[in-house]
Structures are given as structure tokens and as C-alpha cells.
């Protein structure tokens, strides 16, 4: 099992660096965080953690920077790599409970991030396995970047909000005794977007932004990264689609409170809830 330590070192920063031009490609200096930034955050309150194999050879990071959301201090988390390698071994949850504990001790209650939301398997970690929820969505926010694996589709994320101390956190990963259970309701949501078969790929169909349920369900492809490859317009096609139908949900006051994944049917699914009357 992979070892994992606070980076404290300019020499941490830099194995960080190489990490990060290896697990996201980067040609453009710009995309990289560079060894002098990460040394000064983690000096004034930033998180900087690294795994390291049996061999003393880094395999994953994750990096937060000190923010203050409405006043209060948080942290941002930025980046979170892992090595081809190393993805099965479930290090990617186990470097966020990590940063989650370096977080408490600080005595700080709230991480933020953002990542992809038609990325099914990030999804299926931030919901299913840390509790997250969101209610921001955020257009093109990184512009156009050099990594291989976003591949010219408009940069649009999720702002995930990890509430460390709340009780459905602490069931999901594991620190609160207890089966997690949805309200039987969530199985009779109806689908905002059904997707139909275009040969080897899913494409979405017409949404309806103006269903007037407590709970919808938004539907994503499994493999997107493979799509922005192989099918580029149709993985544009679903970028816009699902754009169009978070923000029209989150402006009434939904959020995404989890998501469903089903390998089998090669589809994930989003469940968006709004607060009960009077809640």
C-alpha cells in the first residue's frame, strides 16, 4: 500500500511537477503549477500531499490552497493526480481522506474543487464515496488547455462542496456507522435527458429544463475522455446539452445530491433535488 506524507520540500514540488506533466500531459508551461508556488502556498496554509510506492517513487498528490468562502476560511483543492498505475488501488479517495483529516486539523470544515461533470467515474467517487454535493456550474473556467485528455471541449466544471463534518459525509466514507439509504421517491425521479444509442456511443436527446419535480435525474455517457477522442462533435453535442440543463435546474434551486452509476448500461445519472416547501 502506497505511503502518504505532507510534501514540505522545493525537491517535493518539483517530483509534484513532473507528476503533473505526466498524469495530464501538459505541453503549455502555463497549465502547470510550478515547484515555487506549490512551496509558498503549503508555507501559508495550503495542503500539499504526496503517495509514494514501495520503491520510494511518487504515485499520486493532492494540493489545496487556503480560500475564504462568505468570509469563512476552507480550502481549495486544485489538483489531485494519480499514475496510471496506482488508479486501481483506490488511492485517489485515499489521498482526499487525507486532505480531509489535514483539513480538520486546521480546524476548517469545508473543501471545495471543481472536476468535469460529465466525467462518470469522478463522479462516482465525489458522491458515492465522499459525500459531495453541488450547486455551481461553471462555464469554460480554465479556457483552453493543453492536456490531451480535454482535447478542445470547452472546459465547463462542477463546484463540488465537501462539508467534512456532516453526518451523510461521514456515512459515505466511512466514519459513521450505518447503511446510507435515498428516500424510496428517488427511484420514481423522472429523466430529464434520456439518451438513445448512435452506434458504439450514447448521444443525448432533447432535455427538458422545466420538469416541476422535487427530484430529477440528468443522464451522462460513461467514457467521455474516450469520446472527446474518437467522437469529438458528439462529445461537444453533449457538453452543450447538459450545460443548458444544469444551469437551467441549479438558477431554480436545485443542486446534484448524488449519482448513479451503471457501468452495464455505458450511462451514469445525476440526481438533483430542490428543498421541500417550507424547508
Given at each position: ?27 503549455d ?5 510550478p ?75 469545508l ?44 472546459t ?59 427530484r ?5 455517457p ?24 444544469f ?31 417550507g424547508?
Open positions: 500500500m502506497s505511503l502518504i506524507r505532507p510534501l514540505t520540500t522545493l525537491e517535493d514540488c518539483r517530483l509534484v511537477v513532473a507528476l503533473e506533466k505526466e498524469v495530464w500531459g501538459y505541453t508551461a502555463e497549465d502547470v503549477v515547484a515555487p508556488i506549490l512551496i509558498v502556498t503549503i508555507k501559508r496554509g495550503g495542503i500539499l500531499l504526496g503517495s509514494f510506492d514501495e520503491a520510494g517513487a511518487m504515485n499520486g498528490f493532492v494540493y489545496s490552497i487556503p480560500g475564504l468562502k462568505n468570509g469563512r476560511p476552507m480550502q481549495w483543492s486544485h489538483m489531485l493526480g494519480v499514475t496510471a498505475a496506482a488508479r486501481s488501488a483506490n488511492l485517489g479517495t485515499r489521498l482526499k481522506l487525507a486532505q480531509r483529516e489535514a483539513t480538520r486539523a486546521m480546524g476548517l470544515d473543501i471545495e474543487w471543481t472536476y468535469d461533470p460529465l466525467q462518470a467515474m469522478n463522479a462516482h467517487v465525489n458522491f458515492a464515496k465522499l459525500g459531495v454535493v453541488v450547486e455551481e456550474y461553471e462555464e469554460n473556467i480554465y479556457g483552453a488547455s493543453s492536456s490531451v485528455l480535454h482535447r478542445g471541449s470547452p465547463d466544471r462542477f463546484v463540488a462542496e465537501w462539508h467534512l463534518n456532516e453526518p451523510h459525509v461521514e456515512r459515505r466514507t466511512g466514519e459513521r456507522a450505518g447503511p446510507w439509504m435515498r428516500d424510496a421517491s428517488v427511484g420514481s425521479a423522472p429523466v430529464v435527458n434520456p439518451s438513445r444509442q448512435a452506434g458504439e456511443w450514447l448521444a443525448p436527446m432533447p432535455g427538458r429544463p422545466d420538469l416541476d419535480a422535487r430529477v435525474l440528468v443522464e451522462i460513461v467514457g467521455f475522455t474516450e469520446m472527446q477522442a474518437q467522437a469529438p462533435d458528439l462529445a461537444i453535442e453533449w457538453r452543450m446539452a447538459t450545460r443548458r440543463i444551469q437551467a435546474y441549479f438558477a431554480r434551486g436545485y443542486r446534484a445530491v448524488d449519482f448513479f452509476l451503471s457501468r452495464e448500461s455505458g450511462r451514469g445519472q445525476y440526481l438533483l433535488a430542490r428543498p421541500a416547501p424547508a
